[in-house]
């Protein structure tokens, strides 16, 4: 019996053992950084790209896989079932554009959606995906609930520094300048498929009173779902966090991982993205 195969780009930022309990295909994403070139989560891991991110004079830069790579994953999946692609928002990056390419290359009915946010709320719909599939769903209602789910998700940017996503151009000089005089951190979210500033704070204290009564007013119902969360070097932030959104909005549950390369060169150290 055939079954629907999930496929996705390795910026989805899910845990190795939620990939392997949900047989969830991944694609790697390249790393450029010292004049080096990996594959993420085959070269390179999390913990050694944070290290080398570390020591180098530069910030890393990485790039969406090639649409020969997606190709011959679709190809070697097709057999198997229809296959469904999930992607980092086409707003961020190539990657959904890759994907189609992959597609049209592989000439298989391959489905691309565009999940519209990064990490770990890139990694929820994949999650989504997966449990509706084992359930039996066809293709199109995956895709149907997939898309309503995707309309309702809110994704959270929490940033203890602002040191990469200045050196990257993302944000004003000025901004560096006054977070290391003043303390101030930055909440971001996610719109329309991009990344906006949302508020600034004093004091990690405070930022994280802010999301989870951020996520109170967007959410107040949220015990038939999971909030994802994923962090940079910050898992003592991640705990404290985890309870008192649990006390507050009484969420199903979490889904916690490490943030890879794609967003943790933006967010730098201590940086936390919260899904839900």
């Known amino acids: 019996m055939q079954t629907l195969q999930v496929v996705t780009d390795s910026s989805c930022d899910l845990p190795e053992a939620l ?3 949900w047989e969830i295909t991944t694609v790697p994403v390249s790393i450029f950084i010292d004049g080096e070139t990996y594959r993420e989560g085959i070269d390179i891991t999390t913990h050694e790209f944070y290290a080398k991110m570390a020591r180098s004079a530069e910030l890393p830069r990485t790039a969406q896989p090639a649409p020969g790579l997606f190709a011959e994953t679709f190809r070697a999946l097709a057999e198997k079932g229809p296959v469904l692609c999930l992607t980092l928002s086409s707003r961020l990056s190539g990657t959904y554009q890759s994907a189609c390419l992959g597609r049209d290359l592989s000439g298989l009915d391959v489905t691309v959606f565009d999940t519209l ?3 770990v709320g890139h990694g929820l719909q994949v999650l989504r995906a997966s449990e509706l599939a084992r359930a039996g769903h066809t293709l199109g209602d995956v895709v149907a609930r997939l898309t309503t789910y995707r309309e309702e998700m809110n994704t959270l940017v929490m940033l203890n520094t602002l040191e990469n996503i200045v050196k990257g151009g993302r944000l004003a000089k000025v901004w560096g300048s006054l977070s290391q005089i003043l303390n101030i951190r930055v909440l971001l979210h996610e719109v329309d498929g991009e990344v906006g500033f949302l508020a600034k704070v004093h004091g990690s204290g405070k930022l994280m009173d802010r999301v989870v009564q951020t ?3 967007m959410r107040p119902a949220l015990s038939d779902r999971d909030i994802g969360i994923a962090h940079f070097n910050n898992p003592h932030g991640v ?3 985890k309870r008192v ?4 909005c009484h969420p199903r549950g979490f889904v916690v ?3 890879g390369p794609a967003l943790a060169t ?4 201590g940086g ?3 899904a839900f």
């Open 19 to 21: 990939l392997h309990q």
């Open 117 to 119: 946010t990064a990490s």
């Open 215 to 217: 996520v109170s007013e």
């Open 239 to 241: 705990e404290a966090l």
């Open 245 to 248: 959104l649990m006390e507050q």
């Open 257 to 259: 991982g490490e943030m």
């Open 266 to 269: 933006y967010a730098g150290e």
């Open 272 to 274: 936390v993205i919260v």
